[in-house]
């Protein structure tokens, strides 16, 4: 917490205005919009809450495609399979570790010939980084397929100077425990389409109709934010800025200090790209790092009792999910293979993260 949260909090408490809605949720709302450049937004419970209503409000159905990154969090795909809708995964580009735009045409392409054209791209900015937005925007308006736009991991990254969130007809964010600011659990979908922010706020309270008893022609969901959730959502909206400086100069601490040890890469930006660097991701290929693996790093800080983790495991690959179409080059796989998020709390001052280093270092050492 940045320390306002508690203020905040408190005033709701004051006002005894706990929940369901009130002002902070309004508040954060309008917080959420000017941040991201989108007209409206509606906070909910979660992002994955956000994205189903998402792919309702597109229409999507019993045996519809839905195109998505493979290379994500089940978070994101879920959803898809909540609607009986299939999931079709495209591989990562080796640039950004997003969608690669060549697949991405190629499934659409292969979708037409069966007579199935994709009904959305849900797309992601993984770990913060854009994905390569110009490329795949003029693939889907050729195509003329929205693009739902999963950017739980993003908020406070740019692209081409315009903020992450602004690029989808509509788009997700999420406030969860380990994103870059959190409201404990929350999520919220942004558009600059009125009626589908209207849709959503009225699927997410059960869909109520109109009418002074309990009325409903339409199946409905408990996905709203509540106040108390929404103070701390209002709170922690005045340190993102400073906490995406911090998460870019623990990026470039770590890059200074073992950029330059053989086999790790960094996930980097291309020009244009602004990322909040959410977490700082490394590759280490075996090949060029005499020997020296991710695993065995992540071992080494294990042993030290700090936790890092391997990258996300592709969709595709998920036994949950391996039925389902999937265009690849084995990009993503190789990442999973190959790849580490290291500790990247913002929490951390830089004595914790040349511990860090120390032991990273000395992993080549006893090599
Ligand atoms: C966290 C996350 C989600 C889901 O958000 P929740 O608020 O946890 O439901 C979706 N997509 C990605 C890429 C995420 O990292």
Redesign the pocket.
Known sequence: MGGEEIEYVKEVFASNWIAPLGPCVDGFEQDLATYTGKNYAAALS????A?HLALIILGIKQGDEVICSSF??S??VNPVVYQGAVPVFIDSEPETWNMDPVKLEEAIKAGIKKGKMPKAILL?H?YGMPAKLNEITEIAEKYNIPIIE?A??ALGSKYNGKPLGSFGIMS?L???G??IITTS???ALLSDNEEFIKKARFLATQARDNAPHYQHSQIGYNYRMSNVVAAIGRGQMKVLNKRVERKREINAYYYSKIGNLPGISFLEEPSGAYSNHWLTCITVNPELSNGVTREKIRLALEEQNIESRPLWKPMHLQPVFEKYPYFGNGVAEKLFENGLCLPSGTAMNNEDIDRIIEIIKGVYNNN
Do not use: M, P, Y
Request: aromatic share 8%; charged share 15%; glycine share 22%.
């Open positions: 979660a992002g994955t809450a994205i994500t969090f978070g994101t992601v993984l999963d739980a991991e997700i999420s406030f969860n380990n994103k659990g929350g999520g």
